[in-house]
């Protein structure tokens, strides 16, 4: 409804990519994928400076390993809009893939230090972590009983942590205490 009243939206025509996007993750169609990379450049060619657009435009890029140009885009994002938690956790993502892990881990100790609540972004930087055998670390980021209520997979990667160093009774209750969301407590047990 919005672009038959609006075709010029630059706002609507990111939604409809967001949902072409979601559509075709769930069912692998490519092309509602297609569809979706199509609206993405027509909402970032509406407004150039529609950081969110920018965002999901590097999304489908990086997603068709185009890595340097979801970099590129990410960076313009966030020129924009420093804030953004979108293109910061895809830029701290796009950074670990192409293995530069100082700037990945830089990236989410920023994203984290502006928000200090985003769970999300504490669970990456952790896996980044558990990824460079850094255990100790991660395990003084994730070992955080609210983290884990409010992200499962907090719960998993400590878990993980766990077994990896044989700490098999801590291994039992951190898993224990990951219950919801039901997929998260049938993968815990």
């Given amino acids: 409804t919005a ?19 979601v559509i075709s993750l769930r069912t692998g169609d490519r092309s509602i994928y297609a569809e979706a990379l199509q609206s993405f450049r027509r909402a970032v060619e509406l407004d150039p400076d529609d950081s969110d657009a920018l965002a999901m435009l590097a999304s489908q890029a990086l997603s068709d390993d185009r890595q340097e140009e979801g970099i590129a885009l990410l960076r313009r994002a966030l020129q924009i809009d420093p804030l953004s938690r979108l293109a910061q956790q895809l830029l701290g993502a796009a950074l670990a893939a192409q293995g530069k892990y100082a700037e990945s881990e830089q990236q989410y100790a920023s994203l984290i230090s ?9 669970v990456l930087l952790g896996e980044l972590l558990i990824e460079q055998g850094r255990l100790d670390e991660a395990a003084r ?5 609210q983290l884990i209520r409010e992200d499962p997979l907090a719960g998993i990667l400590m878990a993980n942590i766990y077994a990896n160093l044989g700490m098999t009774e801590q291994f039992r209750r951190v898993l224990a205490d990951v219950r919801t969301p039901p997929a998260a407590a049938e993968m815990a047990h």
């Fill in 114 to 122: 502006l928000y200090p609540n985003f769970t999300s972004a504490k």
């Fill in 3 to 21: 672009l038959r009243l609006a075709p010029q939206l630059a706002e609507a025509w990111r939604v409809k990519g967001l949902i072409a996007r």
């Fill in 141 to 145: 980021l994730l070992n955080d009983p």
